[in-house]
């Protein structure tokens, strides 16, 4: 297996290039910038995602916005350079217990738990694509469609695992289900570098969001 995975990695470029040579032969520069917007779009979604967090941390988690950005600013940058949210568990465990003092079982269990199965970005993530690429190949999605893919998405991330760019590797039935084709979804694992960091800062994020709550209501019941 490690064989054969080693092989795909290694044709994978060619293959993305002729993905990507197909649709800019029949858009021309065109091509560009819509690749380009979609990049721009989603890190920008991402981005105010992320932002949001934390005045709903101050707010159900009562943990000072200055307090929780330094707590979390270590496994965003893990995160953000990695692009694996697992290889910022430990920077987050640390974060929850040395600067926001959460409980043992919220660092020992619910932190890890988050990581495993909490991803806030995918139904954000998958909506933006399937948007950018029935706009690419002239597909029309409908707001019924859009209501079922988040859906679909939120049921999904569940089982999304917590490497690079993994949730798109699931996207595929899901994009050809909507009338989309699935060469599409290479060309967004494609474009994924620079969008997968933004959105794997925002699944910590989130992930060190949950626990602080509900660390906040833990200690509430305990008093």
Do not use: C
Not at 22 to 35: E, P, V
Not at 75 to 95: C, E, H, K, T, Y
């Amino acid at each position: 297996m490690i064989l054969i995975v080693g092989w795909v990695l290694a044709l994978a470029p060619a293959g993305v290039f002729a993905l990507i040579f197909a649709l800019a032969a029949k858009m021309g520069t065109a091509a560009a910038g819509a690749l380009l917007h979609y990049v721009v779009t989603l890190s920008l979604v991402m981005l105010a995602f992320t932002l949001a967090i934390y005045p709903i941390v101050a707010i159900l988690g009562r943990v000072g916005m200055g307090r929780f950005a330094a707590a979390v600013a270590p496994a965003q940058a893990v995160a953000f350079s990695s692009r694996s949210s697992l290889a910022a568990l430990p920077a987050l465990i640390a974060g929850g217990r040395d600067r926001l003092d959460f409980t043992p079982p919220v660092t020992g269990f619910l932190l890890p738990l988050a990581v495993s199965v909490f991803r806030l970005n995918v139904p954000m993530a998958w909506v933006v694509g399937a948007l950018f690429l029935g706009k690419l190949y002239g597909v029309d999605i409908n707001t019924a469609q859009l209501a079922g893919l988040v859906v679909t998405a939120t049921l999904i991330s569940f089982s999304v695992p917590g490497i690079p760019s993994s949730s798109l590797f699931l996207f595929t039935p899901v994009a050809t289900d909507l009338g989309l084709p699935a060469e599409g979804v290479g060309i967004l694992i494609a474009l994924d570098a620079i969008p997968d960091m933004f959105k794997t800062t925002a699944n910590v994020t989130s992930q060190l969001a949950a626990a602080a709550i509900l660390n906040h209501r833990e200690r509430a019941r305990e008093t």
